[in-house]
């Protein structure tokens, strides 16, 4: 009987020693290595302090259908109350202006509402988050495990593997052992996993131009060619009026 009474003692107080934000995730600044939180004296206003992973005002999650950060304890979504540069962060009820509440994530870390082009960054010192259009090193956000704040939706994203067929070409000479190990496996899997449109990767400047360095060098080989045939024309010329002009001499 005691055990039993003990036991629901321990039910009934079980909650109250629950770690607050435990399902939820912090949103540090990789800069300042502070995070952004819900202020508790006034209803709406968002702050930027010391991270406290035991507070519950620290505490987000991701809604993957909505793209919209959710406060852990109210509900309420991080939002803007205008899309423009410089705008501060705030909390207002989710499922309101749309285009103020969905962010998209880069790998790196980077918070942009989606289509605007508006960055969540803040500055030196600074105790507030807001709006800019410049990505610079103040406007990286990740969790506390160093994740990125829309890393559920890759958590979603579910892997196909198709099987795809080895294609061998027929007058390509293959090593004998190459030829056996291609015979024992004749089909091979690839990880399909899609990549989710709140996940963006960050331009790569280099991958877009041209590769033309053959081209460059065959154009130097013509170039060259002509010029020694330029230099050499002359000089073979002179060296036959020279030859003509002794052969005469001599027959003379």
């Known amino acids: 009987m005691k055990l039993f009474k003990l036991s629901l003692s321990w039910t009934f107080f079980l909650p109250w020693l629950q770690v607050p934000g435990g399902d939820g995730f912090l949103i540090r600044n990789a800069r300042l290595q502070k995070c952004i939180h819900a202020s508790s004296h006034e209803i709406g206003r968002v702050g930027l302090a ?49 285009a103020r509440q969905a962010w998209v994530c880069s790998r790196k870390g980077h918070l942009t509402l989606q289509g605007l082009g508006l960055h969540l960054s803040t500055k030196q010192e600074g105790h507030k988050a807001f709006l800019a259009r410049e990505k610079d090193k103040f406007s990286r956000w990740k969790t506390e495990t160093e994740e990125i704040v829309c890393a559920a939706d890759l958590a ?54 041209p590769k033309n360095e053959d081209v460059i060098l065959e154009a130097d080989d013509g170039t060259n060619w002509k010029t020694v045939i330029l230099v050499l024309s002359p000089l073979a010329f002179i060296l036959g009026v020279t030859i003509l002009i002794l052969n005469i001499r001599y027959n003379r």
């Not at 259908?65 to 803007?80: F, Q, S, Y």
Request: hydrophobic letters at 35%; one cysteine or more; charged letters at 20%.
């Open 50 to 98: 010391d991270c406290k992973p035991q507070s519950a005002q620290y505490h987000w999650t991701w809604d993957a259908a909505t793209r919209a950060i959710v406060h852990w304890k109210t509900g309420l979504c991080l939002t803007v109350p205008k899309a423009q540069e410089f705008a501060p962060a705030q909390l207002e009820s989710c499922g309101g202006d749309r």
């Open 156 to 209: 979603a994203a579910p892997v196909l593997s198709i099987p795809v067929e080895e294609f061998v070409d027929p007058q390509v000479w293959v090593p004998e052992d190459k030829t056996t190990a291609l015979s024992e496996i004749s089909t091979s899997f690839i990880d399909t996993r899609p990549t989710s449109p709140a996940i963006v990767d960050e331009p790569n400047i280099t991958s877009n131009l």
